[in-house]
């Protein structure tokens, strides 16, 4: 899913979860002397589950609470204030926010396990794209402009070039586990983020380095441990093209 999706499926389901209880509490008011309320509370937990599932933990919660502030209010003696009396009544609402909190924290999961299938498919899918032009001997430079495209978009890059040869200096470095080391320490990306300064990523093959890719990260960009590892892989599929490429024979004249 992209991010734009992703934050506007949040922020829908965040101003769900405000509005559509008390909406559904209130639709029924007309029936209220001839329906019960435990009634109200199942069509409520209807309300909380969909919004969980559909949305972010945080907003199954919000609903959750939603949902029993306005129950109270509307379907529990006395009508129309933030008061409880009856022992059932209380059961009902701490059961609403009980459903809620359960069916987010199921809802979250189930979500997180889908996105990390369909990150895993995709980065295979990369990784296989660029095996493909290795094991059809393609000109290197070819592939080193594939691997480029490929870390723009996995690592969310403003720019990537790649450096041949040995060279100087010592930027923070890329490594293949995905950890971001500089000047002797490791770099919590998780946390902060990539650091607002170029870093390389080493291509290497058979421990021995032929260059690097030298990358400029987006503002707030934050990859995934998974995104940085295969991009260690993908450098390395460059190595081997180059170390290759370095050793083939002169075709003679």
Do not use: K
Request: charged share 20%.
């Amino acid at each position: 899913m992209r991010i734009f999706d992703r934050v506007h499926r949040d922020r829908w389901a965040g101003t769900a979860a405000l509005l559509v209880p008390p909406a559904v509490a209130a639709v029924f008011l007309p029936w209220r002397p001839s329906l019960a309320n435990t009634d109200v509370a199942l069509l409520l937990v209807v309300v909380v589950v969909a919004i969980a599932a559909n949305g972010h933990r945080v907003a199954g919660i919000v609903a959750a609470a939603s949902a029993a502030v306005w129950f109270d209010f509307f379907w529990t003696a006395p009508y129309e204030r933030f008061s409880v009396t009856r022992g059932t009544d209380i059961q009902t609402i701490v059961l609403l926010l009980a459903v809620g909190a359960a069916v987010s924290e199921l809802a979250a999961r189930a979500r997180r396990a889908r996105r990390t299938v369909v990150y895993d498919t995709a980065y295979l899918a990369e990784l296989r794209s660029t095996a493909r032009l290795v094991a059809d001997q393609r000109d290197p430079q070819e592939v080193v402009a594939h691997v480029r495209a490929q870390l723009m978009m996995l690592l969310g890059l403003r720019d990537a070039r790649f450096e041949p040869g040995r060279f100087l200096g010592h930027p923070p470095r890329l490594a293949d586990d995905g950890t971001l080391s500089w000047d002797g320490r490791c770099w919590n990306v998780e946390q902060y983020g990539f650091p607002d300064t170029d870093f390389e990523l080493p291509a290497r093959s058979g421990g021995r380095t032929v260059g690097r890719f030298m990358l400029t990260p987006m503002p707030g960009a934050v990859p995934s441990v998974a995104a940085r590892q295969v991009a260690a892989m993908l450098a390395a599929q460059v190595g081997a093209v180059l170390v290759r490429d370095v050793a083939r024979p002169p075709v003679a004249a």
